[in-house]
């Protein structure tokens, strides 16, 4: 049996990533601001927070103070443009690193059992990928475009990157932890494999040879 530490740390790094990816994904302060003056507070993927702030292409004048669902109809009016291109990518990216974490944590457990092939675990190599990928560039647009995009919240020179951003970069570097220790581990266990086929066939070959050469009666 191949050893078992990459195999341990892969779960061990897609578990650690996991737990940070549902709190990065869920929290909002991925965008924050360091002035108690400034009329933003806080943004997240599903929640924004704002202190008096009016838009300018709101038509009602309405002024939008505290914390809500980014999809409440508080928002309404104001949707598109708290949620740009850009931003709906990042949330569908992470819904999608989301999903495949539940998978990963399901497959780990499945791989391990599974002691005649390597399909299991090169399922598992390919999803901790796509998480990887996933959060990776998530976090690679969503840095990038809160600096190119300086009018999609006020004040773009008082906000900073916030704890739930820095929490899923932690999760990415986790993630591309576990699939290295996956990969690590399926091809040690694919060398394994070959390794128990070749040797039972080199014992499986003199007895047929001795079955060929014996005299038919």
């Given amino acids: ?13 897609t578990v650690l990533s996991f737990i940070l990816c549902i709190i990065g994904f869920g929290t909002g302060s991925w965008w924050v601001t360091t002035d108690d003056t400034n009329l933003f507070n806080s943004a997240g993927l599903w929640q924004i927070c704002f202190n008096g702030y009016e838009h300018t292409s709101d038509l009602i004048g309405k002024a939008y103070y505290g914390c809500w669902w980014i999809f409440y109809k508080e928002y309404y009016y104001i949707r598109d443009w708290i949620m740009p291109s850009w931003f709906k990518a990042v949330q569908v990216l992470m819904s999608f690193a989301v999903a495949f974490e539940f998978i990963a944590l399901a497959m780990f457990p499945l791989s391990y059992a599974d002691v005649d092939n390597v399909r299991n675990l090169i399922i598992t190599c390919v999803i901790t990928g796509l998480i990887t990928a996933c959060i990776s560039t998530s976090v690679v647009i969503f840095g990038v475009m809160i600096g190119l995009d300086r009018t999609w919240m006020p004040r773009w020179d008082m906000n900073v990157l916030g ?55």
Avoid at 1 to 13: E, I, K, V, W
Avoid at 170 to 195: D, P, Q, W
């Fill in 163 to 217: 704890w739930s951003y820095g929490i899923v970069v932690v999760a990415g570097f986790f993630s591309t932890f576990s699939f290295i220790s996956a990969v690590v581990y399926t091809l040690a266990r694919k060398y394994e494999i070959e390794a128990a086929k070749e040797t039972n066939e080199k014992k499986a070959l003199p007895s047929q040879t001795r079955q060929q050469l014996m005299p038919r009666v």
């Fill in 1 to 13: 049996m191949a050893h078992r530490l990459p195999f341990l740390l892969g779960m061990t790094f």
